[in-house]
């Protein structure tokens, strides 16, 4: 297998700020295990809201990672990025202020940015006016802070851009980052988001277009994808980051190699706002356009760790376009949707999936798909559903769709290939 391109990309580090854990072992632990960080919310007040959970961070400080006055200037969105890109870094065993500022870059993904740190100003000038909204409020709440705020903090001074394209924008980053390490504008890339939509007005916004879960029962069996019973998604939040390095610079310096990022293809399906096209038409180009950029066939491919949002017409849509791409192999994917134990962080959830992509190639185990125990009649693919499988996948995609019909997949590879 060759993803035709002579300079190969791989992942030497990886960060991580999520409910599932906040270093690398405890989030493979948890996730591994198939436990679910959902919770009853605590950062506001449900009132009569239907939505009773999400997946919210909790055992981190930022001044473990910043000191106290950015902590105190920042969005939590913008803790979170800055928390796992410099864990990333320091994963790596990386000091960029060591290697040539301009062959280094860092590229963000993002979809509600600081909105945080927007409502804190609209609340100062509810309150006090004029003279309470201060010029880091708008530093903050800008799209785009994200990844200039990383690049401060770490010293890259060759590349830095903000990509948004809803719960997409994960893995497009990792595309964008691949694309420049393969055209040689650099040898290294940050690469990943951060997301802090748990804030009640976005959370209401989400509740009242249903696309979250109304489950009552135990948080953990909230979240049910591919099921009868699956009603929507849990939100989350958090950030991931990853470093990627051109393969010929990674072993000059000795690093630690996690897996190989191969490709990465995008569609638009240009055909509602929020629905999927019912037939998958979107997952299917995005797919192929991936495996004939890897120099792949389809059945070279081992497992799928699916967008898996838990609603029904979202679930049977990915279903049909995973069929019509795979066609009999489909039968023997493993199909996995992690997001039930993570929770949906947007555009940080790509960045989330493709750390879990990572782990499981390096250390050759496929998380659960947790809480499908009723299948949608279309939902007949093998979602792994009793516990973690041991198994040496070759290659993995992960798959992620936003607003719009934006659809993003990446593939990744077991190195040494």
Known sequence: MSNGHERRVVVTGIGVITPSGCEPETFWANVSAGRSAARPITRFKIAECPCKFACEVGDWTPVDYMDAKTAKRLDRSLQFGIAAAKAAAADARIDFSEVDPDRCGIVEATSLSNMEAAYRARDALDARGFRAVTPSMMISGYVGSGSAEVAMQLGLKGHAITCSSSSASGNDVMGYALQMIQNEDVDMMVAGGAEAPIVDSVFFGFAQSRAMTRWTGPPEEAMKPFDQRGDGFVMGEGGAYVVLEELTHALSRGAKIYAEVMAQGRSCEAYHSMAPHPDGWGITRAISKALRSAGLEPSDVDCINAH????????????????????????????????????????ASGAIETVICVLALKHSLIPPTINLREPLPECDLDYVVRGARPYPARVILSLNSGFGGKTSCLVLRRYPA
């Open 308 to 347: 898996g949002t838990a609603n029904g017409i979202n679930d049977v849509a990915e279903t049909r376009g995973i069929k019509k791409t795979f066609g009999l192999h489909a039968q023997r994917l493993a199909v996995i949707a992690t997001k039930p134990i993570t929770g949906h962080a947007l555009a």
